[in-house]
């Protein structure tokens, strides 16, 4: 929420507030506008409106006094009316029944080291490693510097994410860390990691602070307060999209998940993403990634898992990048809801391959700060386990049961869930859904030459002794090596344009249009509340209100007319019908309003 005066200054607590505006504008995170006119409020009444909007707005919170855990306190106890085949992940079960669906059972395991999070209290309970490493390394550092699994394709080949390790200014400290990491190497050193390219997204992609700056901008364009603004916007309203930076930062990260597809798909080499916490940009490159290449996550409750997987048990810190809290500014960085915008480009371009519609993606926007569910308000599954337990009767210690925003039918009724499906997606014949091992009649055959390492002829996970992945982890110092002469080239433009060239399988690999035209704004989510905007060309709710509005100025001319004295007036001529020529010009130029191009929107 953003809270302003009549004079549009930003309203804050304590003795700088002398004066109570006669008007509050409340800017909604849904981009709704709402004005509240206080001239006539008493003082008292006025002190204590202002007050309380202000402190529940804008003052920082701690944890426990969030909504979300009053309401699970006092809510009764759901029970679930619909269906819902969502993989929590919070389970080694369910972590097995994912190895066993992508067949990556044959090079991974699922551990529960960190079970009681005695390794890190960043990772979640279980996750899946290469079967070869050994549980001593896991818990070496925290975690970090060590593959952990995302997903693995039909080719064998896989996709991974990892954390930086912290970074040493200490020579026995880098020591032990280039020990650890040639150990981690060693145990590596068989198939099926014959080879891997390493993503370092820090370098590729922009950060958290440009994501934070261009969605500041970009939202701006959507909080309009009515219709004059509207207009009065509307000569410069594309150079402040294409300033605001935000669809090209969604253009980046689709491009940088076809990249990775590229080296997946046609050169069969696997892919560790690198970040400093693989809680962020590695969400949204994973993310994006499975849901082009996995025709699963594109049902409804498959990308419903992927979000359990990925961003709920994968550690994406919620609470600060939602800024919850409203604590640390510093942190905030609407990270989900680029993944979100970077899906609606997906399901805009492919809508016959999405089992979920686009309303289902806002509804699922909004949802992130709806605080009655517990999906999107913790920064990792152990900060939620260890603020569910709340002292019950007899100081018995009692676990709350938290909502998960996947169940619908608490916030809609069973006509109104319908609208979250897509009623123009066939859902997949039972003999494509077995997964093989090789490459299936559907899928798209490229003829593309695979590209061999030039470096050394010995087949490791790290393809030299001291190669640039080794050298990366290390930090900053030599991270510029990542893209040295001795990595695998991409053939991305050649595997793109040959991709777009052949038939549209829905149930195969999609790869989007990133071209500058084909990234286009989320109409339905940034501007559902502006009417003239809700139809391209205006539609006609635009042409319904230009039409009344030209009705209303005539009836006051009209008025204006009866109301001057008739001695002004010129002598009509005979068998003439100053009224009856009036309602004859009426229509036409009602006719004129609608027709004119100058109420044309785009």
């Not at 032990?176 to 150990?183: C, H, K």
């Not at 950060?207 to 309009?224: E, H, N």
């Not at 938290?402 to 039918?409: A, D, K, L, Q």
């Amino acid at each position: 929420f953003s809270v302003f005066d009549d004079k549009k200054k930003v309203l804050i607590s304590g003795p700088s507030l002398k004066k109570y505006p006669e008007k509050l504008i409340i800017y909604c995170k849904d981009f709704r506008v709402f004005y509240f006119c206080l001239t006539y409020t008493k003082e008292e009444e006025l002190k204590r409106i202002v007050s309380g909007i202000i402190h529940h707005t804008l003052s920082p919170k701690l944890l426990k006094r969030l909504f979300l855990f009053s309401y699970t306190q006092a809510a009764p106890c759901y029970i679930a009316t619909t269906k819902d085949d969502t993989m929590m992940f919070d389970t080694l079960k369910d972590w097995r029944l994912e190895l066993d669906r992508t067949k990556g059972n044959l090079g991974y395991k699922a551990l529960s080291v960190n079970e009681a999070y005695s390794v890190s209290k960043r990772l979640p309970p279980y996750f899946v490693v290469p079967i070869s490493l050994q549980e001593e390394s896991v818990s070496k550092f925290q975690g970090r510097g060590i593959p952990i699994w995302c997903w693995s394709s039909q080719h064998g080949t896989a996709l991974c994410k990892m954390g930086s390790l912290p970074k040493e200014v200490d020579d026995s400290a880098i020591q032990e860390q280039r020990a650890f990491l040639n150990s981690v190497e060693q145990t590596l050193h068989r198939p099926p990691y014959e080879e891997v390219r390493i993503e370092d997204l820090s370098i590729s992609l922009p950060s958290l602070s440009d994501v934070q700056a261009a969605y500041t901008r970009f939202k701006q364009l959507f909080l309009i307060e009515n219709s004059t603004d509207f207009w009065d916007t509307d000569s410069k309203w594309f150079s402040l999209l294409n300033t605001s930076n935000w669809l090209e930062i969604v253009r980046q990260c689709l491009k940088k998940a076809i990249e990775v597809i590229d080296y997946l798909e046609t050169q069969k080499i696997n892919v560790v993403l690198k970040e400093d916490t693989a809680s962020d940009f590695c969400c949204v490159i994973a993310s994006l990634v499975q849901i082009m290449m996995d025709s699963y996550y594109r049902t409804r409750a498959g990308f419903q898992s992927l979000i359990q997987k990925e961003w709920v048990m994968g550690g994406h810190q919620f609470l600060d990048r939602c800024n919850h809290l409203r604590s640390n500014e510093n942190e905030q960085a609407p990270v989900f809801l680029l993944f979100l915008d970077c899906v609606w480009q997906l399901v805009q371009q492919y809508p016959l391959a999405f089992e979920f519609s686009e309303t289902y993606l806002t509804v699922l926007s909004d949802s992130i700060n709806i605080p009655i569910f517990s999906t999107f308000f913790f920064n990792s599954p152990h900060q939620k386990d260890t603020h569910k337990w709340e002292d019950g009767p007899g100081k018995q210690r009692e676990a709350l049961r938290f909502y998960t925003v996947w169940n619908w039918s608490v916030q809609f009724e069973l006509k109104a869930l319908s609208f979250l499906n897509n009623p123009l997606y066939v859902e997949k014949s039972k003999q494509d859904k077995s997964r093989k091992g090789i490459r299936s009649k559907h899928q798209r055959q490229l003829s593309l030459p695979l590209t061999q390492s030039k470096g050394s002829n010995r087949k490791g996970f790290f393809r030299e002794e001291t190669g640039p992945f080794i050298r990366s982890l290390l930090g900053k110092r030599i991270s510029k090596l990542i893209s040295s002469s001795d990595e695998v080239p991409s053939n991305y433009k050649v595997f793109y344009e040959n991709w777009h060239r052949k038939p549209i399988d829905f149930h195969g690999l999609i790869l989007p249009h990133i071209e500058g035209p084909e990234i286009r704004i989320w109409a339905q989510r940034h501007l559902r509340w502006i009417p003239e905007a809700q139809v391209l060309g205006g539609g006609n709710v635009a042409a319904m209100q230009k039409v009344l509005e030209l009705m209303d100025e005539i009836q006051n001319l009209k008025k204006k007319v009866k109301e001057r004295p008739t001695t002004n007036l010129p002598t009509p001529k005979e068998n003439d019908d100053v009224d009856g020529r009036r309602k004859k010009v009426c229509p036409a130029l009602i006719s004129l309003s609608i027709c004119s191009p100058s109420y044309k929107l785009f």
